[in-house]
């Protein structure tokens, strides 16, 4: 029945993922003192944000809400614009709002949650190059925007490897497209030296906290954690298993596009294992192609007790992850 129910597009489903972040912020604006829970950048906006939540603590909640709500609206339209779940449906917002925010303690702004709405606009620019018949510009848009994402959250320098990807599964081969790429990743940081040079300042002030991303920082999971993303990796293992019995029945476009989504997945998860400062906060970015992955198993998987029993505890879960 609950499967059933959120796979539909009542205004109670739609209600019900408004409310469940929210229901997730509330309590954080009753505590005592802000959120120190620290997330490394790299980079000069990166301490901004972190002196702005200290100082800024109810504004720094409110604008991470926002943006959760807002990459989650994204994601939909993502879907709505280029159909590669075979429906319309708000299954990718509820379920990144279940990665992203609840099963993520840190329900504040952070520079990872800032980045991740420009991944996801640089996943708009890329999948609306396969129905470009001229030569596309928009390669230099993506990387532009790879570029803007790295300034804020340095980690997220790495999703520019989702352009030649993006190039070799969408694209016939020119290599103007491949330097417009490389073009929209060095605008900004020209830019930037371009701006440091004329105040004299050394553009490595910007940069100051790199050291950070590359030390190793302790970061302590409860038992109810714990057990959630084993539930989680479960899913993802048997989800993709589906994905792969089924994707040879996908039309040409979906398959492509979430081809290009595994890669995001295997490029956000390597990078947490692979640079040591890189935390919890990079739920925010690989949150975006599991709930792709996981709307398309829960829409397509046959109606049967299992697959309701498994989603229920996927809602179970977030209750108890707020309570405990």
Same mark, same amino acid.
């Given at each position: 029945?609950?499967l059933?129910?959120?796979?539909?597009?009542?205004?109670?489903?739609?209600?019900?993922?408004?409310? *469940?972040?929210?229901i997730?912020?509330?309590?954080?604006?009753?505590?005592?003192?802000?959120? #120190?829970?620290?997330?490394?950048?790299?980079?000069?906006?990166?301490?901004?944000?972190?002196?702005?939540?200290?100082?800024? @603590?109810?504004? %720094?909640?409110?604008?991470?809400?926002?943006?959760? !709500? !807002?990459?989650?609206?994204?994601?939909?339209? !993502?879907?709505?614009?280029?159909i590669?779940?075979?429906?319309?449906?708000?299954?990718?917002?509820?379920?990144?709002?279940? *990665?992203?925010?609840? #099963?993520?303690?840190l329900?504040?702004?952070?520079?990872? *949650?800032?980045? +991740?709405?420009?991944?996801?606009?640089?996943?708009?620019?890329?999948?609306?190059?396969?129905?470009?018949?001229?030569?596309?510009?928009?390669?230099?848009?993506?990387?532009?925007?790879?570029?803007?994402?790295?300034?804020? #959250?340095?980690q997220?320098?790495?999703?520019?490897?989702?352009?030649?990807?993006?190039?070799?599964?969408?694209?016939?081969?020119?290599?103007?497209?491949?330097? #417009?790429?490389f073009?929209?990743?060095?605008?900004?940081? $020209?830019?930037?030296? =371009?701006?440091?040079? &004329?105040?004299?300042?050394?553009?490595?002030?910007?940069?100051?906290?790199? %050291?950070?991303?590359?030390?190793r920082?302790?970061?302590?999971?409860?038992? &109810?954690q714990?057990?959630?993303?084993?539930?989680? !990796?479960?899913?993802?293992?048997?989800?993709?298993?589906f994905?792969?019995?089924?994707?040879?029945?996908?039309?040409?476009?979906?398959?492509?596009?979430? $081809?290009?989504?595994?890669?995001?997945?295997?490029? +956000?998860?390597?990078?947490? /294992?692979?640079?040591?400062?890189?935390?919890?906060? &990079?739920?925010?970015?690989?949150?975006?192609?599991?709930?792709?992955? /996981?709307?398309?198993?829960?829409? @397509?998987?046959?109606?049967?007790?299992?697959?309701?029993? *498994?989603? =229920?505890? /996927?809602?179970?879960?977030?209750?108890?992850?707020?309570?405990?």
């Amino acid at each position: 029945m609950l499967l059933k129910y959120f796979n539909s597009s009542r205004l109670g489903v739609f209600v019900i993922i408004l409310l *469940l972040p929210v229901i997730y912020w509330v309590p954080e604006f009753f505590k005592a003192v802000p959120q #120190y829970d620290e997330v490394y950048s790299g980079t000069l906006f990166g301490v901004w944000i972190r002196h702005f939540n200290v100082n800024n @603590r109810v504004l %720094s909640l409110i604008s991470g809400l926002f943006v959760v !709500l !807002l990459n989650a609206y994204l994601l939909v339209q !993502l879907n709505t614009i280029h159909i590669f779940i075979p429906t319309r449906t708000q299954m990718p917002a509820l379920f990144y709002i279940i *990665l992203a925010a609840c #099963y993520n303690p840190l329900h504040q702004l952070t520079p990872a *949650l800032l980045a +991740s709405t420009l991944v996801i606009l640089m996943l708009y620019r890329v999948i609306t190059t396969y129905k470009a018949v001229n030569i596309s510009y928009s390669f230099l848009d993506a990387g532009f925007l790879v570029a803007l994402a790295s300034l804020i #959250y340095f980690q997220a320098i790495v999703f520019f490897l989702l352009l030649p990807v993006g190039l070799v599964l969408l694209r016939a081969f020119n290599w103007r497209e491949w330097a #417009y790429a490389f073009i929209g990743l060095a605008l900004p940081y $020209i830019f930037l030296v =371009s701006g440091y040079f &004329m105040m004299d300042t050394p553009v490595s002030e910007y940069f100051k906290g790199m %050291s950070e991303i590359f030390a190793r920082h302790g970061q302590p999971f409860s038992i &109810m954690q714990l057990v959630s993303w084993v539930f989680v !990796l479960g899913m993802l293992i048997y989800a993709s298993y589906f994905m792969v019995v089924t994707i040879d029945s996908m039309k040409i476009h979906g398959r492509k596009v979430f $081809i290009l989504l595994l890669w995001l997945f295997l490029i +956000s998860v390597a990078t947490y /294992f692979a640079v040591p400062g890189t935390g919890i906060e &990079m739920l925010s970015l690989t949150s975006i192609p599991l709930a792709f992955l /996981f709307s398309h198993f829960y829409f @397509r998987c046959p109606r049967n007790w299992v697959h309701e029993v *498994l989603f =229920s505890i /996927f809602l179970i879960l977030v209750i108890l992850l707020r309570l405990l």
